[in-house]
């Protein structure tokens, strides 16, 4: 927690002189109590003496005085706030090698209930869309606020061959380009891209980087799969092994100025997904929250009251 007005808590020097002027006061109280020297009398003219709960109403009020000066001096804390105008392009790799089985049931799969939990943990305002990419690459669904249209598209994935990197980029970047501008400011925007293999179709992925630069657009990217991936194809008697190009899409998030992530399960990838759907789909602000000891102290100065009426018959 900070204060927007630090040097307000200066106050409480107040509310310590408060607390010496009480103290001495009850001393000399007890000091002309000290003095009536006849205590069988006292006893008889005051049997029953207030004793500690004199203490409490006065005790009660000082913690009102200092939640009301904390909530003068306007306490703040960091929230996250939904960036509400945001847009996110999804590029999910549909190359064959995401038939490999080294992540349970297999990556499309896996990569398939992650990318759902990603779009269901984002703010219902933001825009998501979803880029297919295997030999080429297709915007499935154009951003949107829709995010169920978003979740079907992802669960009707077809696989194909090749895999073109370069062309999700520019398929993002284009789908990004039907977004209108609000109040004439450039929409914040990033590109979640995640493969597992290399670029072998397409446009280069260093054309893609160039792009996505001028367009000021960071890609963040996920590595999926292990190095012991295989798939097995009618055509080859062998299993063919497909390890992921962890250098290439680490780059491509380097140069872009997005966040390169690396994800061997789906537990693992639904973390990633955690992560980047917290950097992305939020923005951490300082709200102020002086309502809160402003409350506190309301509540305190009635409990104040109400010890003072019960006990003594009358208000502090």
Not at 291 to 301: Q, V
């Amino acid at each position: 927690m900070t204060f927007l007005a630090p040097y307000r808590l200066w106050l409480f020097a107040a509310v310590a002189v408060l607390v010496v002027f009480y103290a001495i006061a009850q001393f000399r109280r007890r000091s002309y109590a000290v003095r009536f020297t006849n205590m069988a009398l006292l006893d008889q003219v005051a049997p029953k003496r207030p004793g500690w709960r004199r203490h409490v109403p006065a005790i009660v009020f000082l913690m009102a005085i200092s939640a009301l000066v904390v909530g003068f001096a306007q306490p703040a804390r960091d929230t996250k706030v939904p960036r509400e105008r945001a847009t996110i392009m999804m590029a999910i790799d549909t190359s064959l090698s995401m038939e490999a089985t080294d992540v349970t049931p297999t990556r499309i799969k896996a990569a398939q209930a992650a990318a759902k939990e990603f779009v269901d943990q984002l703010p219902a305002r933001i825009n998501i869309g979803l880029v297919s990419f295997n030999g080429n690459a297709s915007v499935a669904v154009s951003p949107t606020t829709d995010h169920e249209a978003v979740k079907t598209a992802i669960d009707n994935l077809v696989l194909g061959e090749r895999t073109a990197i370069g062309e999700a980029i520019f398929a993002s970047l284009d789908a990004l380009k039907t977004v209108p501008a609000a109040d004439g400011t450039e929409v914040p925007a990033r590109i979640v891209l995640m493969s597992d293999g290399t670029t072998t179709d397409g446009r280069s992925n260093d054309e893609g980087v160039a792009a996505a630069k001028q367009a000021n657009v960071p890609v963040s990217t996920i590595a999926f799969g292990t190095d012991n991936g295989t798939i097995t194809i009618p055509q080859e008697p062998l299993p063919i092994p497909v390890p992921v190009d962890k250098a290439a899409l680490k780059s491509i998030a380097s140069d872009t100025g997005g966040t390169y992530y690396a994800a061997a399960s789906e537990g693992q990838l639904k973390a990633v997904y955690d992560n980047i759907g917290s950097s992305v789909g939020f923005v951490t602000e300082q709200r102020e929250i002086s309502t809160w000891f402003i409350g506190a102290a309301l509540l305190l100065l009635l409990v104040t009251g109400a010890f003072s009426l019960i006990w003594f018959q009358r208000l502090p």
